[in-house]
């Protein structure tokens, strides 16, 4: 193998070398799957909402160049190598942060806990951290099973939170039956459908588990009253709600929380979790949270506080980026933009959705979460392979595979905007063409 000694880190060896490389040791279908794409890349450089590979999909063709709307299902929301982000990163590093140690008690985690507990809704003051959003899923059910004493867990069909135990049964049967056989007390009802979550919260289920808007069943919008009413039955059945943003919070939506008056200006629903994952290091260290009302700590720590522990949850170095993402974040110019966005994005896809409108259904979404639905599996796959060969990079929703799912930077500004569209326009015109 021949490496490219003048780099460290990127375009080391040829894209060919490393594909054998990740076929033999890391994935091999992965890799298939993408080069019966026509995609079998690698990501190299990436700057704002720009991502280039490291070689065009054939032997010494030049590198692609996409317009990140993936962002890793909402990862990158400031955008790749944020100059603010990169640099506290660096300053942190200087200062002698590192990851921390997860038994002794920590600066960090301290500032961020009290930053979390001014944001958050209500009450919500406490949180347990971890790594990976799945992670803070896990810690959620665990608490609420802690508390309640009780095992079960009720959840939306098509919903995902995560790959890890407790995040995995309240899952989807497609990422879950492989593993898992024996779920105890988890129970699946449709979204929005607030007579099946009656029925199904019995007086033996812990937790009530949803998201603000479910991504991977398809970018859905409950109707209004629908958060307010699951609280209510919470309420009177002892049950805990948990809340997972970790892809609509953090301003995805053009608000700080989707939950909470969010999305639902007259909801002001306060869940007794919520659980964050995804854009909280702004794509540079992982961290992700678990936050809660106070009243549910001692049925957790009181006896043994050392009984939920994580080596590399909120580490010192990701809390320091979390506290400056959520000043960015936060502030009402930023969710401001976000909206703006949000607005000028989806009526753009409205626009295209009239154009093409024998192949798509509806376009909805909040903010910069949104979600082209196709009339069928086929034109959304067709499409969205046209819309990367076009240059911007997208995907479907995985347990809803008619819908493409968007979800650029939240910086992103109105003149990418307006080539994201062109592009998408141009994508789903040659799609069109391909079927006549
Ligand atoms: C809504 C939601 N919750 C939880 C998770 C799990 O997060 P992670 O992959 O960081 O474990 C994901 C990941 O895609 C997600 O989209």
Not at 147 to 155: E, M, Q
Not at 180 to 205: C, H, S, Y
Not at 316 to 321: N, V
Request: net charge neutral.
């Amino acid at each position: 193998m021949k490496g490219n000694p003048k780099k460290k880190f990127i375009g080391t060896f040829p894209q060919k070398e490393l594909l054998k490389l990740y076929m033999k040791h890391v994935n091999g279908p992965k890799v298939r799957f993408f080069k019966s794409l026509g995609l079998g890349v690698i990501p190299g450089e990436r700057e704002g909402v720009k991502m280039r590979t490291l070689e065009g999909s054939k032997p010494g063709e030049p590198p692609l160049e996409f317009l990140n709307c993936r962002t890793s299902g909402g990862v990158y929301n400031l955008g790749h190598q944020n100059p603010i982000i990169f640099q506290i990163f660096k300053d942190a590093l200087e200062e002698g942060l590192d990851i921390g140690d997860h038994i002794l008690l920590s600066e960090q985690r301290a500032l961020l806990g009290k930053k979390l507990a001014d944001l958050l809704p209500g009450d919500i003051s406490k949180t347990t951290f971890g790594v990976g959003g799945g992670e803070s899923i896990d810690c959620a059910i665990k608490f609420s099973r802690a508390y309640t004493k009780r095992k079960g867990c009720v959840s939306a069909i098509g919903g995902y939170h995560g790959h890890t135990g407790f995040a995995l049964a309240a899952g989807d049967p497609g990422f879950r039956d492989k593993f898992l056989w024996e779920l105890p007390g988890f129970k699946q009802v449709p979204f929005d459908d607030i007579d099946a979550m009656r029925r199904a919260v019995t007086n033996d289920i812990a937790c009530v588990i949803l998201e603000t808007i479910p991504a991977t069943a398809g970018i859905l919008i409950a109707s209004e009253g629908y958060f307010a009413e699951v609280r209510e039955i919470c309420d009177d059945t002892g049950t805990m709600m948990i809340i997972d943003e970790v892809q609509t919070g953090l301003g995805r939506t053009g608000h700080l929380w989707a939950i909470y008056g969010g999305i639902y200006p007259n909801e002001k629903v306060v869940p007794d979790f919520m659980v964050l994952g995804k854009g909280m290091t702004a794509g540079i260290y992982p961290l992700s949270t678990c936050s809660y009302k106070p009243f549910i700590e001692k049925a957790v720590y009181k006896d043994d506080p050392f009984i939920h522990i994580s080596t590399t949850g909120g580490s010192d170095i990701g809390c320091a980026i979390t506290l400056e993402m959520l000043k960015i974040q936060s502030d009402q110019k930023f969710l401001n933009h976000v909206k703006e966005m949000g607005r000028l994005f989806q009526n753009g896809l409205e626009g295209i959705k009239n154009e093409f409108s024998d192949l798509i259904k509806d376009v909805r979404g909040r903010g910069l979460m949104l979600g082209v639905e196709f009339y069928n599996e086929t034109d959304s796959q067709l499409a969205m392979l046209s819309i990367i060969k076009e240059g911007v990079l997208l995907d479907y929703c995985n347990n809803k595979k008619d819908t493409l799912k968007i979800l650029p930077p939240l910086i992103v500004q109105k003149h990418e905007l307006d080539e994201i569209l062109d592009r998408i326009n141009r994508g789903i015109s040659k799609l069109k063409k391909l079927r006549i």
